[in-house]
C-alpha cells in the first residue's frame, strides 16, 4: 500500500466506514510512515476544530428590523395581504390618511414620495395604516376602559408621537442613518402594540 | 408545544420575535458558513425567518422547533444560492473578497483562521464539508438535500478536508 | 367644610353594615396535573398557589353586587372566575384564594384585581387592564400584559414576556429570556445566574439591568428617551455596540484601551474577551451608564 493509497482511504478511515482488514491494512502502514501519520494527526485535529467551532454566530446587527415589515399579519384575510403589499394601495391608504388629517399618514406619505429605502418606506406606509385603523377601533369601542385609563394611553401615545417626530427630525439631518430608522420603526410598532393591548385588555370576555 | 410557539403559529409576531432571538444566532452560523459572505448571510437569514412565519401553520411539532427551522434554513440557502436569477440580480462578492474584508466596517469579533479557511473554499466543497461536519448530516441527507450524488457528496467532502489542512496546517 | 365632613364620616359610622349580601366561596373539582385552567375576575384580588393534588379549591368572599362566582369545565380545561354585569367594573369585595395542581398552565383575564400568583411548574398567561400583578416561584414560561399595572417578576423561569405601558416592571431571579417593555414605566431588572437572552424596550422609561449573562448571550435595549444603566461583570466577552445620539456614554466597566468609539457620531462598536455574547444598547436622548458588577 502506498502513501498515495492512505491518503485515498482516509476520509473512510476517519469516518470509521472502512472493513476490518482495510483499517488493518491502514494501520499498519501507518505504524511505519511518519509523514502518513502526520497527514492523519494534521487532518484529526482540523476536523476537532471543525467540530468546536460555535454552532451559534450573532450577526453584526439586528436583522429583526429587516424581517418585521416582511411578516405579513397572518390573522386578516387574504385579500387584505395581497392588497397592503401593493405599493398603488399603499401609497392611496397614505393619501387617504393624509386627508383624514392624520399625522401619521402625512408621515407615511413624505416617506414614500421622498425616494428613501423603499422598504422602510412601505413598512412606515403599512405602521400608520395599522395604527390608524386601531385608534379608531378603539375610540368607538364599548370597552371596559375607565376614563383614567384612556387618558392614560393618549399620555403614552403622545409619548410615542413626540419620540417618533424627533426620530424623524434626526433621520432628516442623518438620512442613511441606519439605527435611527430601526429606531423610529420600533416606536411606530410600540404604537401599534400598545393599541392591540388596549383594545384586549377592554374586552370583557377572553 | 411551548407558549411562545404557540402564539406565534396563530399570528403574534411579538411571541416570534422571540423565537427569532433564541435561534437568530444558529440560523445565522449556518447562512454565514454556507454563503462565505456577511451580506449574503444577513439577506439569507432574513427569508429563513419569513419562509419561517409563513409555514409556521404547517409545523406540527413532530420534530423539535430548532430541527424544523434548521431544515428549512438549509433548504432556503440551497435554493438561493441555486437560484441563478438571485445569483445575477445580486452583487456577488468574489471569491477573494472573504467574509472579513466584507465586513470590515461593522468591526466583527476576531474570527478563527480555521473559520477564514472554511470561507475560502470553493462553493460545492463549502458547502458539504458545513453541513457533514459542522451541521452533522449524513452524506445521503446532503444528497437528498441537495440534488448532488452521494459519491459527489464524498467528493467534495474529500476536497474540502484535503484543502483546508494544506491551509490550516501551512 | 370640615364640618360637614365630620357629619358625614359619623352618618358613615352610624349606618348599619351594607344591606348587601357576601357570600363565602368555597368550591373545588378535580383537575389533571397539566390542566388549562382559565380564570376571569374583574376586581378584588387573585391569591393562587400550587399543591400536590389533583384538583382545584377555590374559597374567597364575594360581594353580591359584584357578580356571581362559577367554576366548570372539565378535568383538563377548568373555568372559574366571578361573572360580572356586562360594560362596568363593578365594585365591592371579591377575593379569591386558588390552589391549583402544579404544572398547571394557568390564565388570567382581569380589569383591576391585585395579582398574586406562586406557580411550581407550568405557566401563566395574564391580561389585565390595571392591576397589580406579582408571579413567584418556578414557571416555564409567563407573559403578563397591562395597561397601567404594575409588574413584579420573582421567578425562576425559562421565558417571560411582560408588557405594560406606563406600569413599573421589577425582576428578580433567574429568567432564562426575558422580553420585557413599556411605553413611559421603568424596567428595573435584576437577575441572578446567567442570562440567555434579555430585550428590554422603552419609549421614555428607564432601563436598569443588573446581572451576568450566558456566554452566548444577548442583552439588548432601546429606548428612546430614558437612560439606560448596566451593572455587568468586568470581564465580559461580548459584542457591545452602544447608541446614545444625544446624552453620552459613560463607562466604568470596560477598559478605555478596548472601546473604539464610532462608526457614527454617539455611537461605539466594539469586543471584549472572546466577544461571544452581544450587548446592544441604544438610546436617542438619554445616557447610557456602564457600571461593573461584583458578585455579591
Same mark, same amino acid.
Given at each position: 500500500?502506498?502513501?498515495?493509497?492512505?491518503?485515498?482511504?482516509?476520509?473512510?478511515?476517519?469516518?470509521?466506514?472502512?472493513?476490518?482488514?482495510?483499517?488493518?491494512?491502514?494501520?499498519?502502514?501507518?505504524?511505519?510512515?511518519?509523514?502518513?501519520?502526520?497527514?492523519?494527526?494534521?487532518?484529526?485535529?482540523?476536523?476537532?476544530?471543525?467540530?468546536?467551532?460555535?454552532?451559534?454566530?450573532?450577526?453584526?446587527?439586528?436583522?429583526?428590523?429587516?424581517?418585521?415589515?416582511?411578516?405579513?399579519?397572518?390573522?386578516?384575510?387574504?385579500?387584505?395581504?395581497?392588497?397592503?403589499?401593493?405599493?398603488?394601495?399603499?401609497? &392611496? =391608504? #397614505?393619501?387617504?390618511?393624509? %386627508?383624514?388629517? !392624520? @399625522?401619521?399618514? *402625512?408621515?407615511?406619505?413624505?416617506?414614500?414620495? +421622498?425616494?428613501?429605502?423603499?422598504?422602510? &418606506? =412601505? #413598512?412606515?406606509?403599512?405602521? %400608520?395604516?395599522? !395604527? @390608524?385603523?386601531? *385608534?379608531?377601533?378603539?375610540?368607538?369601542?364599548? +370597552?371596559?376602559?375607565?376614563?383614567?385609563?384612556?387618558?392614560?394611553?393618549?399620555?403614552?401615545?403622545?409619548?410615542?408621537?413626540?419620540?417618533?417626530?424627533?426620530?424623524?427630525?434626526?433621520?432628516?439631518?442623518?438620512?442613511?442613518?441606519?439605527?435611527?430608522?430601526?429606531?423610529?420603526?420600533?416606536?411606530?410598532?410600540?404604537?401599534?402594540?400598545?393599541?392591540?393591548?388596549?383594545?384586549?385588555?377592554?374586552?370583557?370576555?377572553? | 408545544?411551548?407558549?411562545?410557539?404557540?402564539?406565534?403559529?396563530?399570528?403574534?409576531?411579538?411571541?416570534?420575535?422571540?423565537?427569532?432571538?433564541?435561534?437568530?444566532?444558529?440560523?445565522?452560523?449556518?447562512?454565514?458558513?454556507?454563503?462565505?459572505?456577511?451580506?449574503?448571510?444577513?439577506?439569507?437569514?432574513?427569508?429563513?425567518?419569513?419562509?419561517?412565519?409563513?409555514?409556521?401553520?404547517?409545523?406540527?411539532?413532530?420534530?423539535?422547533?430548532?430541527?424544523?427551522?434548521?431544515?428549512?434554513?438549509?433548504?432556503?440557502?440551497?435554493?438561493?444560492?441555486?437560484?441563478?436569477?438571485?445569483?445575477?440580480?445580486?452583487?456577488?462578492?468574489?471569491?477573494?473578497?472573504?467574509?472579513?474584508?466584507?465586513?470590515?466596517?461593522?468591526?466583527?469579533?476576531?474570527?478563527?483562521?480555521?473559520?477564514?479557511?472554511?470561507?475560502?473554499?470553493?462553493?460545492?466543497?463549502?458547502?458539504?464539508?458545513?453541513?457533514?461536519?459542522?451541521?452533522?448530516?449524513?452524506?445521503?441527507?446532503?444528497?437528498?438535500?441537495?440534488?448532488?450524488?452521494?459519491?459527489?457528496?464524498?467528493?467534495?467532502?474529500?476536497?474540502?478536508?484535503?484543502?483546508?489542512?494544506?491551509?490550516?496546517?501551512? | 367644610?370640615?364640618?360637614?365632613?365630620?357629619?358625614?364620616?359619623?352618618?358613615?359610622?352610624?349606618?348599619?353594615?351594607?344591606?348587601?349580601?357576601?357570600?363565602?366561596?368555597?368550591?373545588?373539582?378535580?383537575?389533571?396535573?397539566?390542566?388549562?385552567?382559565?380564570?376571569?375576575?374583574?376586581?378584588?384580588?387573585?391569591?393562587?398557589?400550587?399543591?400536590?393534588?389533583?384538583?382545584?379549591?377555590?374559597?374567597?368572599?364575594?360581594?353580591?353586587?359584584?357578580?356571581?362566582?362559577?367554576?366548570?369545565?372539565?378535568?383538563?380545561?377548568?373555568?372559574?372566575?366571578?361573572?360580572?354585569?356586562?360594560?362596568?367594573?363593578?365594585?365591592?369585595?371579591?377575593?379569591?384564594?386558588?390552589?391549583?395542581?402544579?404544572?398547571?398552565?394557568?390564565?388570567?383575564?382581569?380589569?383591576?384585581?391585585?395579582?398574586?400568583?406562586?406557580?411550581?411548574?407550568?405557566?401563566?398567561?395574564?391580561?389585565?387592564?390595571?392591576?397589580?400583578?406579582?408571579?413567584?416561584?418556578?414557571?416555564?414560561?409567563?407573559?403578563?400584559?397591562?395597561?397601567?399595572?404594575?409588574?413584579?417578576?420573582?421567578?425562576?423561569?425559562?421565558?417571560?414576556?411582560?408588557?405594560?405601558?406606563?406600569?413599573?416592571?421589577?425582576?428578580?431571579?433567574?429568567?432564562?429570556?426575558?422580553?420585557?417593555?413599556?411605553?413611559?414605566?421603568?424596567?428595573?431588572?435584576?437577575?441572578?445566574?446567567?442570562?440567555?437572552?434579555?430585550?428590554?424596550?422603552?419609549?421614555?422609561?428607564?432601563?436598569?439591568?443588573?446581572?451576568?449573562?450566558?456566554?452566548?448571550?444577548?442583552?439588548?435595549?432601546?429606548?428612546?428617551?430614558?437612560?439606560?444603566?448596566?451593572?455587568?461583570?468586568?470581564?465580559?466577552?461580548?459584542?457591545?455596540?452602544?447608541?446614545?445620539?444625544?446624552?453620552?456614554?459613560?463607562?466604568?466597566?470596560?477598559?478605555?484601551?478596548?472601546?473604539?468609539?464610532?462608526?457614527?457620531?454617539?455611537?461605539?462598536?466594539?469586543?471584549?474577551?472572546?466577544?461571544?455574547?452581544?450587548?446592544?444598547?441604544?438610546?436617542?436622548?438619554?445616557?447610557?451608564?456602564?457600571?461593573?458588577?461584583?458578585?455579591?
Amino acid at each position: 500500500m502506498t502513501c498515495q493509497d492512505v491518503d485515498q482511504q482516509l476520509d473512510a478511515y476517519l469516518d470509521g466506514t472502512l472493513a476490518t482488514e482495510e483499517q488493518a491494512t491502514i494501520d499498519a502502514h501507518l505504524e511505519q510512515c511518519a509523514t502518513c501519520r502526520e497527514g492523519l494527526d494534521a487532518m484529526r485535529r482540523l476536523l476537532a476544530g471543525s467540530h468546536a467551532l460555535p454552532k451559534a454566530i450573532l450577526p453584526s446587527r439586528d436583522l429583526w428590523t429587516d424581517i418585521a415589515p416582511r411578516l405579513a399579519p397572518r390573522a386578516r384575510p387574504a385579500a387584505w395581504k395581497q392588497w397592503s403589499r401593493s405599493p398603488a394601495v399603499l401609497a &392611496a =391608504a #397614505a393619501v387617504l390618511l393624509l %386627508a383624514l388629517g !392624520s @399625522a401619521v399618514g *402625512a408621515t407615511a406619505s413624505r416617506w414614500l414620495q +421622498s425616494g428613501t429605502d423603499p422598504a422602510f &418606506a =412601505a #413598512a412606515r406606509a403599512r405602521y %400608520a395604516v395599522a !395604527s @390608524a385603523t386601531l *385608534a379608531e377601533q378603539l375610540a368607538t369601542d364599548p +370597552s371596559l376602559l375607565a376614563i383614567t385609563t384612556r387618558s392614560i394611553i393618549a399620555q403614552d401615545l403622545g409619548i410615542l408621537d413626540a419620540a417618533i417626530h424627533e426620530a424623524e427630525t434626526a433621520l432628516a439631518a442623518d438620512p442613511r442613518n441606519a439605527t435611527l430608522e430601526q429606531m423610529l420603526l420600533t416606536r411606530e410598532r410600540q404604537r401599534i402594540e400598545l393599541l392591540e393591548r388596549a383594545l384586549r385588555a377592554g374586552r370583557q370576555e377572553s | 408545544m411551548n407558549l411562545t410557539l404557540a402564539r406565534a403559529q396563530q399570528g403574534d409576531t411579538d411571541a416570534f420575535r422571540l423565537l427569532y432571538g433564541e435561534h437568530v444566532g444558529r440560523v445565522y452560523a449556518l447562512c454565514l458558513r454556507m454563503a462565505g459572505n456577511v451580506g449574503e448571510a444577513e439577506e439569507f437569514t432574513q427569508d429563513v425567518f419569513v419562509r419561517a412565519w409563513e409555514q409556521l401553520g404547517s409545523f406540527r411539532g413532530e420534530s423539535a422547533f430548532s430541527t424544523w427551522l434548521h431544515r428549512l434554513a438549509v433548504n432556503e440557502v440551497l435554493q438561493a444560492r441555486r437560484s441563478t436569477t438571485r445569483r445575477e440580480a445580486r452583487v456577488l462578492p468574489t471569491d477573494t473578497e472573504t467574509m472579513a474584508q466584507h465586513a470590515a466596517p461593522t468591526a466583527p469579533p476576531p474570527m478563527p483562521e480555521l473559520e477564514h479557511a472554511i470561507q475560502s473554499l470553493p462553493d460545492g466543497a463549502r458547502e458539504v464539508f458545513v453541513l457533514y461536519e459542522i451541521e452533522g448530516y449524513q452524506h445521503q441527507e446532503i444528497a437528498a438535500m441537495t440534488g448532488i450524488a452521494e459519491g459527489t457528496s464524498k467528493a467534495q467532502l474529500h476536497r474540502a478536508r484535503r484543502l483546508l489542512r494544506a491551509r490550516v496546517t501551512r | 367644610m370640615r364640618s360637614c365632613a365630620a357629619l358625614l364620616l359619623l352618618a358613615t359610622l352610624l349606618m348599619p353594615p351594607a344591606l348587601a349580601a357576601q357570600d363565602g366561596i368555597n368550591a373545588g373539582m378535580p383537575a389533571s396535573p397539566a390542566a388549562a385552567i382559565r380564570i376571569w375576575s374583574l376586581t378584588g384580588s387573585i391569591r393562587l398557589s400550587t399543591w400536590a393534588r389533583d384538583s382545584v379549591s377555590v374559597r374567597g368572599r364575594l360581594d353580591a353586587t359584584v357578580g356571581r362566582f362559577f367554576l366548570g369545565g372539565t378535568r383538563d380545561a377548568l373555568k372559574l372566575g366571578i361573572e360580572s354585569a356586562a360594560g362596568v367594573v363593578p365594585s365591592g369585595t371579591a377575593d379569591l384564594e386558588i390552589r391549583v395542581p402544579a404544572g398547571a398552565r394557568i390564565w388570567v383575564k382581569s380589569a383591576a384585581a391585585e395579582i398574586d400568583l406562586t406557580l411550581d411548574g407550568g405557566s401563566a398567561d395574564i391580561v389585565t387592564v390595571g392591576s397589580r400583578v406579582r408571579l413567584a416561584g418556578r414557571a416555564e414560561e409567563v407573559s403578563v400584559e397591562t395597561i397601567d399595572g404594575n409588574v413584579e417578576l420573582a421567578l425562576e423561569s425559562e421565558r417571560a414576556k411582560v408588557r405594560t405601558a406606563s406600569g413599573t416592571v421589577v425582576t428578580r431571579g433567574v429568567i432564562q429570556q426575558l422580553d420585557a417593555a413599556t411605553v413611559s414605566g421603568p424596567l428595573l431588572i435584576g437577575m441572578e445566574g446567567k442570562v440567555r437572552s434579555v430585550q428590554l424596550q422603552t419609549a421614555s422609561g428607564e432601563i436598569a439591568f443588573k446581572g451576568d449573562l450566558h456566554p452566548d448571550g444577548l442583552l439588548h435595549a432601546e429606548t428612546h428617551g430614558g437612560e439606560i444603566e448596566l451593572r455587568l461583570p468586568p470581564h465580559l466577552g461580548a459584542r457591545w455596540h452602544l447608541v446614545s445620539f444625544g446624552a453620552g456614554i459613560v463607562n466604568q466597566l470596560v477598559p478605555a484601551s478596548a472601546v473604539q468609539a464610532g462608526p457614527g457620531r454617539g455611537e461605539w462598536h466594539f469586543t471584549t474577551g472572546d466577544g461571544r455574547a452581544s450587548v446592544d444598547v441604544r438610546t436617542f436622548k438619554g445616557s447610557v451608564t456602564l457600571i461593573p458588577r461584583f458578585e455579591p
